[in-house]
């Protein structure tokens, strides 16, 4: 009964043969490698984080010396920072396991979310067109992320961030071939 | 002079375009026009928000005396005057190998080209001053809009006269016949100039008209309905705000200020009779001006307003000082949205606004608003039907059919609960500030908050018919909107947190260019179960009806 909810991952994209798609009622999960890009973007913002607090604390301790306060600020800010470091590594495996998307009759589907979840479904023929990018830490690793454009207004574009990138490219062309298909003149 | 051989497409070009620079004695030269000179000055009005800060100081320092802010403000005024001379140095058009084709700019070139075979309508806009200098800002859209248009700020008559023979070829003045290179329907043209005395048509805004099918008023708004609408509607609030900020910035401390006045004249003010008496009064004095101001700016901007459709195109002419006129292919709605104001509803009245895509995304003017936010500001209840009708052929709107569901059944406990919540939130606030009266808000909140919860649950709706997507929410102001499956361009189901605990989710349609109508389709707190049906079902239904453009 929980649509949003259905856990994920019955069909493995990385297994198909390049230049393969076809229509599938089943879901399927991003690339594996997702989770490495956004554990190195977590740690990164992280990194920049940390080195935010630490400038904000050698600037606590001119101000206050080794007082009770400064003690203060610098217990909050290890345990600030703990946990955003617990968080940056525990995160991108939880969201990995909650993004899925499939490409059937009725259109391309994505659900993603892990406290607020949604799905949004494109029917094929509204496609206006499709782009596959890639960030530098995603060409790192050989994911990449697929843009679908439609002619809407909140969701005039909608990523799919974490396709393995030769993939991202055979869905896309794919979406873009199916779309002609059904161009009414 | 572009000859009447260019303007056939199909005829063989002897030149290429680098021929433009070569000597005018060249017959098959074409030929680079510039918009009217006054342009210069509508371009400079029409981007006043950009130096209006200065201009107003420049005025209030010149009326003080004061020259520093008179010489910054000169200073500040002079860019914008400049940028409005480039603009209008650079911007040529002209029309060549069968595309109207408009240059901007010098260093970053901007080049529309709009296929003429295309073009379609050619709407206007001509306020006071348009129509004193005898020029028009020309609105050029195309057919299914997928081609880019173009807008003229302003053509004179004569450019303008010329432009349309171009465009729909020579022998345009005769009704119903098609010139060889030119297939869409042939356009006999009206124009317009100064108002004539024998101009019996109530001074609306004519236009170039197509004349290959008959049109139908669909609808003339008559000046009582203006006025109630201008009465039930909020829109003297800007100009009071503004004005009053004004006023009591620059005037209050001089000689002209109205309260000091007031303060001087009145009796000692000590008695609570005497504050609450002219609290009350000045009260109701801000209202009437508030109502009568609505009313003026209904009447200003809607005089003579008709609604007509022509084929496939509907038309709207209105305006007392502004004329406009605004086309709206009807193939183009995507989203149609009943507003029914309580004030409008009484008086047995309501306003449709309408969404429309493949125009013009970027600029926002006078015909674009009109055709789109203000569609029919004013309209009996009873005409919605048959109006209805027009905007959607087979379309046939009967409310009591509609085949609404309402919300989850807990929706009502839910909304409840947030109002609570919010009525202690609110008195503990409260509290916080002052004691022990600080709890008063809060108390007072909550009976208005419980009742708030359980109307507001109870007025959205949602149904799905064999053809479209309608939504109905709102209380004070109810909106009814609907749109069609083959305008749906994404769904979406999405459940937060609050929605999982109580078994509910909301759905949302996704349709072009939202926003002018006010409204989306964005439905809270269904069943859970049954919204992710409709999802399902929508998915099915959006599928099968593909967008079809004309």
Redesign the interface.
């Known amino acids: 009964?929980?649509?949003?909810a259905e856990p994920l991952a019955r069909d493995d994209p990385s297994d198909d043969v390049p230049g393969q798609f076809r229509l599938s009622d089943e879901f399927s999960s991003l690339d594996p490698r997702h989770i490495q890009v956004e554990l190195m973007v977590g740690m990164i913002t992280w990194a920049i984080v940390a080195l935010g607090a630490l400038i904000g604390l050698v600037v606590a301790w001119f101000r206050l010396g080794f007082g009770i306060y400064f003690y203060v600020i610098l217990g909050s800010a290890v345990v600030l920072l703990a946990a955003l470091a617990i968080i940056a590594w525990l995160w991108p495996g939880i969201e990995y396991r909650r993004v899925s998307y499939r490409i059937d009759?009725?259109?391309l589907?994505i659900r993603r979310?892990v406290?607020?979840?949604?799905?949004?479904?494109?029917?094929?023929?509204?496609v206006q067109h499709a782009d596959v990018s890639q960030g530098p830490v995603q060409r790192m690793f050989g994911v990449g992320t697929l843009t679908v454009h439609?002619?809407?207004?909140?969701?005039a574009s909608?990523n799919l961030e974490g396709l393995a990138y030769d993939h991202a490219i055979v869905v896309r062309d794919f979406i873009v071939h199916q779309r002609k298909e059904?161009?009414?003149v | 002079m572009l000859s009447e051989s260019e303007s056939d497409s199909t005829d063989e070009h002897h030149f290429e375009k680098e021929s433009i620079q070569e000597v005018p004695s060249q017959t098959n030269a074409v030929e680079m026009m510039f918009l009217h000179p006054s342009s210069l000055f509508f371009d400079l009005l029409a981007h006043s928000r950009n130096y209006l800060v200065p201009l107003l100081l420049g005025l209030f320092g010149a009326a003080r005396g004061d020259v520093y802010t008179l010489v910054i403000s000169g200073v500040l005024f002079v860019p914008a005057v400049g940028m409005s001379i480039f603009r209008y140095v650079t911007l040529r058009y002209r029309i060549e190998d069968g595309q109207l084709i408009v240059d901007q700019g010098v260093i970053f070139k901007k080049t529309r080209t709009v296929p003429v075979a295309k073009i379609q309508n050619i709407d206007l806009v001509q306020n006071v001053l348009h129509r004193m200098l005898g020029v028009a800002e020309v609105k050029i859209e195309t057919a299914s809009g997928t081609e880019p248009e173009a807008v003229l700020r302003v053509l004179s008559m004569s450019q303008m006269e010329k432009l349309r023979s171009e465009i729909f070829g020579a022998d345009s003045r005769s009704v119903g016949a098609s010139s060889p290179e030119h297939e869409g329907p042939v356009f006999e043209p009206v124009l317009y100039g100064p108002r004539s005395p024998d101009d019996s048509s109530g001074g609306s805004a004519d236009l170039l008209m197509p004349q290959s099918e008959p049109s139908a008023t669909i609808l003339k708004i008559p000046i009582s309905n203006l006025v109630r609408a201008g009465l039930a509607s909020n829109r003297g609030l800007l100009t009071i705000g503004f004005g009053m900020t004004l006023y009591f910035q620059f005037f209050e401390q001089t000689e002209f200020g109205v309260f000091r006045a007031l303060e001087r004249w009145l009796p000692n003010v000590e008695s609570l009779f005497w504050v609450v008496i002219l609290s009350v009064a000045g009260l109701l004095a801000a209202m009437v001006m508030l109502r009568l101001l609505g009313v003026g700016w209904f009447l200003l901007r809607f005089f003579g307003y008709q609604l007509e459709r022509r084929g496939d195109d509907l038309r709207i002419s209105c305006g007392l000082l502004t004329k406009v006129s605004a086309t709206v292919p009807r193939n183009r709605i995507q989203f149609i949205s009943i507003h029914r104001h309580w004030m409008m509803r009484l008086m047995g009245l309501c306003s449709i606004r309408i969404e429309t895509a493949g125009g013009s995304v970027s600029q926002q003017n006078a015909s674009e608003s009109v055709g789109k936010r203000w569609f029919v500001p004013v309209v009996a209840l009873n005409d919605v039907p048959r109006i209805l009708a027009e905007l959607r052929p087979g379309l046939s709107w009967d409310e009591s059919e509609i085949p609404f569901q309402p919300l989850a059944a807990r929706a009502k406990n839910r909304l409840m609960r947030i109002a609570v919540i919010l009525s202690i939130l609110l008195s503990l606030a409260g509290l916080a500030i002052s004691r022990p009266w600080g709890i008063l808000p809060g108390v007072v909140l909550l009976p208005v908050a419980i009742l708030w919860a359980t109307y507001h649950a109870r007025a959205m709706r949602y149904a799905r018919t064999e053809k479209s997507v309608i939504y109905q929410s709102g209380i004070m102001t109810q909106k009814l909107s609907i749109t069609f499956f083959e305008k749906i361009q994404t769904l979406k189901l999405s459940q937060s947190p609050f929605d999982r605990r109580w078994s509910m989710a909301r759905l949302t349609v996704d349709t072009a260019a939202a926003g002018p109508a006010d409204h989306r389709i964005s439905v809270p707190m269904l069943d859970e179960t049954f919204a992710q049906e409709e999802f399902q079902s929508l998915r099915e239904m959006t599928g099968k009806n593909q967008p079809v453009f004309g």
């Open positions: 009964m929980d649509y949003l009759e009725e259109g589907e979310g406290i607020w979840r949604h799905s949004i479904t494109i029917p094929l023929g509204r439609t002619a809407g207004t909140q969701n909608i059904r161009d009414a």
